[in-house]
């Protein structure tokens, strides 16, 4: 089992930035991938960005893509995303997830997640 537990997430203006991290734990040798994924109030959980943990291919949601990016630190075993130019539509809670065998946007194919973090962006 991995757990995960996000951190960084708070207020901010539009236009600015906040970094997440989303430290892993227990069996991290099994993970082949994490991603980030955000609900919105009202909305369906969607994907953000993912990343292949022992490479570094990623990819991202269009509506984040050239803003957001994600990173990690093996050494570490943690997964960041690095978010700028930060819009009201941003505001949702934010989690990370592992996944033993997808490299996916689904989230279906995720198999652990973390607790989520608030993310508000103010007009």
């Known amino acids: 089992q991995v757990q995960l537990v996000e951190s960084g997430g708070g207020l901010v203006q539009a236009g600015g930035s906040l970094k997440l991290s989303c430290a892993a734990s227990?069996?991290?040798?099994?993970?082949?991938?994490m991603g980030w994924f955000r609900r919105a109030p009202g909305k369906a959980r969607e994907f953000v960005a993912a990343m292949k943990w022992s490479w570094n291919s990623t990819i991202y949601a269009d509506s984040v893509k050239g803003r957001f990016a994600i990173s990690k630190d093996n050494a570490e075993n943690t997964l960041y995303l690095q978010m700028n130019s930060l819009k009201p539509e941003d505001t949702a809670v934010y989690y990370c997830a592992a996944s033993k065998l997808h490299y996916s946007p689904l989230d279906r194919l995720y198999d652990s997640w973390g607790q989520g973090t608030q993310v508000t962006v103010s007009s």
């Open positions: 227990g069996r991290t040798f099994s993970i082949y991938a």
